[in-house]
C-alpha cells in the first residue's frame, strides 16, 4: 500500500495531466509552446489556490531538464534566497541551463525581499517562477514585474471539480481495493472551495472514516457528517482565506462594528497579509460607502498607506481603526451601480460617436468640420454651468448615477435637479 497521501499521488507529473489549465497546457497553450520552443523565461503564477501553480513550476523544471529550488516566502528571508543564488551560479556554469527558483506565495516577500532576486534574473543565473494568490500589479515589484511573464491560472469550474472528484475515488480505489462510488459530489465541490488539492484531501478524509463499514455509496450527507467534525484540519489558507474576508467585508456593508473587529482579528490571529485586509477595505470604501461619506475612501488609503509604514504588531491599531470607521459611516453603492451600468450600456450599445460640439479641433480642418463649434464653457456662465448636452444623441437623458438616499447625496440630488430640472428623472 502506498501511504502517500493522495493529493501527492495524484499530482499531474506531465502537463496533459493539469486540469482546468487548458490555455497554458493544451496543445497551443503558452507554457507547452514555451516547453517546445525551449525558451523559458521568468514567470509569475497567479491564481486561486490550488490550481496547479506549485505543480506547473516543478513539470516545467522536468521538461526543460533544469535544477528545481524552492523557498516559501513566508518562512524564507533574504539570506535564503542569497544562498540558493549562490549554489544555481555554480549548477549554471556545470549544466549551462539555469536553474528554476520557485517562490510560492511571492506576495509575502517584501521589497527589499525581491530586490535580492532582480541582480540574479538579469544576470540570467537563475529563472523565476513566482506563485502568487494576489494581484502581481500590486504585489511584485515593477522591476521585477517587467522582467516576468504573468500566468493567470483559473479557478476550476465545477465540472473540473466532478471530474477530479471521480478520478480521487477511482485512485483511492485502486490503492485501497475498495470499491467505493459517488451517490452525489456536491458537498464535496462546495468544501474544496475550487482548491483541487484540498477536494482529494477531503475525499481521502471520507473514505477512510468509511471504509470499515462496509458503505460502498457516498452521499452529501455523510460527507458533511464527517467534514464538519474535521473542518479545521484542512481549512487553512485556501477556503477560510476567502470565507473569513468575505465575512469581514459583509459585517463592514452591514454596519456592524463588532462583527468587522472579530473577523479582523481572526485574520491577524490567522496570520493573513495585512496589505490583502487593507486592499479590501479600500475597495469597501468606494464600492459600499461612496458619496455617502467620501472622507472613507480617503481614510482606508491612508490607512494602506499607514501599515506598509509601520507594520506589524502595531498596524492592527490603524487596521481597527479603519473598519469601525468604515462600519459606522452611512452606505452608498450608487457610484458603484453607475459604473456598472454605464459599462453594461457601453457593451450594448458600442462606440456611439462624440457628438461636434465636444469634439478637440486642434487643426483648422477639424475646426472646418464644426468640431468643437457651439461648445460652451461652463466656468464663462453663472454658477459655473452651462445647460449643454454631454451624450451622444442617441442616448441623451441617460441617467446611470441615481443618488441614494443619504444626507450627502440628498443634497447631490437637489442641485441636480435645480442645474438639470427633470432631465436624469426619466
Known sequence: ????????????????????????????????????NDTLNSLIFWGPPGTGKTTLAEIISEKSGRKFYKLSAVSSGVKDVRDVIDEAKKQNLFS???????IDEI????????????????????????????????EVVSALLSRSQVYILKALTFEKLEELADISVSKYNEINKTKFSLE???????????????????????????????KNKISNKDVLSVLQENMALYDKNGEQHYD?????????????????VYWLARMLVGGE????????????????????????????????????????????????????YLAVSPKSNSTYNAINEAMAFVR????????????????????????????QYAHSYQGNFVDLEFLPDEIKGTAFYKPSNNSTEKKIHEQMKEKWGNKYDR
Not at 517584501?110 to 502581481?136: F, M, R
Not at 486592499?279 to 475612501?297: H, S, T, Y
Not at 482606508?300 to 509604514?309: E, K, R, T, Y
Not at 458600442?350 to 472646418?368: F, I, S
Open 1 to 36: 500500500m502506498n501511504n502517500s497521501p493522495l493529493a501527492e499521488i495524484l499530482r499531474p507529473k506531465t502537463l496533459d495531466d493539469v486540469l482546468g489549465q487548458e490555455h497554458l497546457t493544451g496543445k497551443n497553450g503558452t507554457i507547452r509552446k514555451m516547453l517546445e
Open 96 to 102: 549551462g541551463k539555469s536553474p528554476i527558483l520557485f
Open 107 to 138: 506576495h509575502r516577500f517584501n521589497k527589499s525581499q525581491q530586490d535580492s532576486l532582480l541582480h540574479a534574473v538579469e544576470k540570467g543565473w537563475i529563472v523565476l517562477i513566482g506563485a502568487t494568490t494576489e494581484n502581481p500589479s500590486f
Open 184 to 214: 452525489e459530489k456536491e458537498a464535496f465541490i462546495q468544501y474544496s472551495g475550487g482548491d483541487a488539492r484540498k477536494l482529494i484531501n477531503s475525499v481521502e478524509l471520507v473514505l477512510n472514516q468509511f471504509k470499515s463499514a462496509k
Open 244 to 260: 473569513i474576508i468575505s465575512a469581514f467585508i459583509k459585517s463592514m456593508r452591514g454596519s456592524d462594528p463588532n462583527g468587522a
Open 273 to 324: 497579509d495585512i496589505k490583502f485586509i487593507a486592499r479590501r477595505m479600500v475597495i469597501l470604501a468606494a464600492e459600499d460607502i461612496g458619496l455617502a461619506n467620501p472622507n472613507a475612501l480617503v481614510m482606508a488609503n491612508n490607512c494602506f498607506q499607514a501599515i506598509n509604514v509601520i507594520g506589524n504588531p502595531e498596524a492592527r491599531i490603524i487596521l481597527s481603526e479603519t473598519a469601525v
Open 348 to 375: 450594448k450599445t458600442g462606440d456611439l460617436p462624440v457628438p461636434l460640439h465636444l469634439r478637440n479641433a486642434p487643426t483648422k480642418l477639424m475646426k472646418d468640420l464644426d468640431y468643437g463649434k457651439d461648445y
